[in-house]
């Protein structure tokens, strides 16, 4: 089965409003160019300066504006829509980092909390620490769709390989991985690690990023990627907030996992075994 995907490209900074309002210009924008899926990047609609800043301005599922936002405009345009990730607030004070895969009718397929926490420090003081106000997520979701199964999840979890092979084994087809990645690790990982997560499971990739430098300075990548399951690049975005287009085929997958059908030839084992100091 043939159908369009399009990944948005964005530069959301930390006025809420402003940032759907962008964000819904280029989805209606992919709409028209052909799109049938729509994704949106991890954090599309809002990125504060700090933490506190964040969790203050944070929303309950019930009252995120983005949500009823996207429902309508999903309905509106009769495509589906990936909003990325949006803050909402956890009972512990944090927040879920959470993704929504919406149908063509508007209505919620499934959500998705993120599950691995981006708590790192890289050279020249750039360090991060989002489990200070992320709360984890603890289950994987493969979405259903018209196409087939959409194995869900954010940014980080793509350094986690064996959360995208059990996302394939449960009947993923494709992979939505939207993020924010910084400039500093996108330059580095950011494309082999997606066409290694293609290619390990025999998947489509459909990689939404957020490009551009922020008025606090953060800094994202961007390279919204569509990658094949042979690990082909179809679309890949760039520096410059816009979208990126392409035709995915499911038979594509049934092809490279039939070529190489490494899905079915895991093998339990033990150890190994730390050697004593």
Request: hydrophobic share 40%; aromatic share 8%; with cysteine.
């Amino acid at each position: 089965m043939k159908f369009k995907v399009a990944c948005i490209q964005n530069c959301a900074d930390d006025d809420l409003a402003e940032n759907i309002t962008l964000a819904t210009e280029l989805v209606r924008a992919a709409r028209q160019a052909g799109a049938d899926l729509i994704c949106l990047p991890e954090n599309f609609s809002l990125i504060q300066v700090n933490d506190a800043r964040l969790l203050a301005q944070a929303h309950t599922e019930e009252s995120h504006p983005a949500i009823p936002h996207f429902k309508d405009l999903a309905r509106a345009l009769g495509a589906w829509i990936l909003m990325g990730s949006l803050a909402i607030k956890h009972a512990s004070g944090k927040i879920n980092n959470r993704s929504y895969l919406l149908d063509d009718s508007g209505r919620v397929i499934a959500s998705y909390n993120k599950l691995h926490l981006f708590d790192v420090n890289l050279k020249a003081g750039e360090s991060y620490r989002e489990s200070a106000t992320v709360e984890p997520g603890d289950r994987a979701v493969v979405a259903a769709t018209p196409w087939g199964g959409i194995g869900l999840s954010v940014c980080y979890d793509l350094r986690f390989a064996h959360l995208y092979r059990a996302l394939a084994q449960a009947g993923a087809q494709y992979l939505s991985i939207p993020a924010a990645f910084t400039r500093t690790t996108g330059q580095a990982h950011w494309h082999v690690l997606q066409r290694a997560r293609a290619i390990e499971t025999g998947s489509y990739v459909f990689a939404p990023g957020q490009c551009g430098i922020r008025r606090s300075g953060r800094a994202t990548y961007g390279h919204s990627l569509i990658v094949d399951p042979w690990g082909r690049i179809l679309a890949d975005g760039g520096d410059e907030s816009g979208f990126v287009i392409a035709e995915v085929d499911s038979a594509r997958v049934e092809e490279a996992r039939r070529m190489i059908p490494a899905l079915q030839h895991d093998r339990g084992f033990t150890g190994p075994e730390a050697d004593a100091l």
